[in-house]
């Protein structure tokens, strides 16, 4: 039976977002302050823009990747309607951090549905606490649209029962060993997503 402290969350965007790495970051944070970790993905096309889900789970003990419907503590959303599709998979009271680019996936490209009008408002009318927040155009103030992915772990940094610091070391410490020209810009997303989120939460 696993421990009642598992923090569960689900990662989800659209490929190429960098959904991946930043499970693997918020992994190996985990595992680099004692906890028990197991991860999972779905990734439908994601080189050619599918859907991209990742499911992290940590604590004491755990033994099962999968964060179950109702369970997760929270969703970061690094698109809208993505946001909005997992919804679901939320306890009671959790939150979901939500990018509010929107980035239509192959089946709204066919026409096989439709994007949602607004996928923030239809998170809130579920009656879901929702932090909004545009990292896509923050990642173009910064230089670089690559970097939501640094932006989103920023976001959701100061909700893990570890500190902030211990997520960040993780994050660039992947690029002092393979782009070590893109740590400081990485850090400042960073803590872009960490004050994208502090104000969010003001008038939310």
Not at 20 to 43: F, N, P, Q, Y
Not at 57 to 75: H, L
């Amino acid at each position: 039976m696993e421990a009642d402290q598992t923090t569960n969350i689900l990662v989800c965007g659209i490929g190429g977002q960098g959904i991946m790495t930043a499970a693997e970051v918020l992994s190996e944070a985990a595992i680099a302050t004692g906890h028990d970790v197991k991860k999972t993905e779905v990734a439908g096309m994601a080189q050619r823009g599918g859907v991209v889900t990742s499911h992290v789970r940590f604590g004491e003990k755990v033994f099962s990747p999968v964060v179950a419907a109702g369970t997760a503590d929270f969703i970061l959303g690094f698109e809208a309607a993505e946001g909005m599709r997992w919804i679901p998979h939320l306890r009671p009271g959790a939150a979901a951090l939500v990018n509010t680019l929107r980035l239509e996936p192959p089946v709204v490209s066919i026409g096989l549905f439709d994007y949602p009008e607004d996928p923030v408002m239809a998170i809130r009318e579920a009656g879901v606490t929702c932090y909004p927040f545009d990292a896509g155009e923050a990642a173009r103030e910064l230089g670089n649209l690559k970097l939501v992915n640094s932006i989103m772990l920023g976001a959701v940094a100061d909700q893990l029962p570890f500190g902030a610091e211990v997520l960040k070391k993780c994050l660039l410490d992947r690029f002092k060993v393979r782009k070590p020209k893109l740590v400081d810009i990485n850090d400042q997303a960073f803590e872009k997503g960490r004050a994208l989120i502090r104000a969010a939460a003001k008038v939310c």
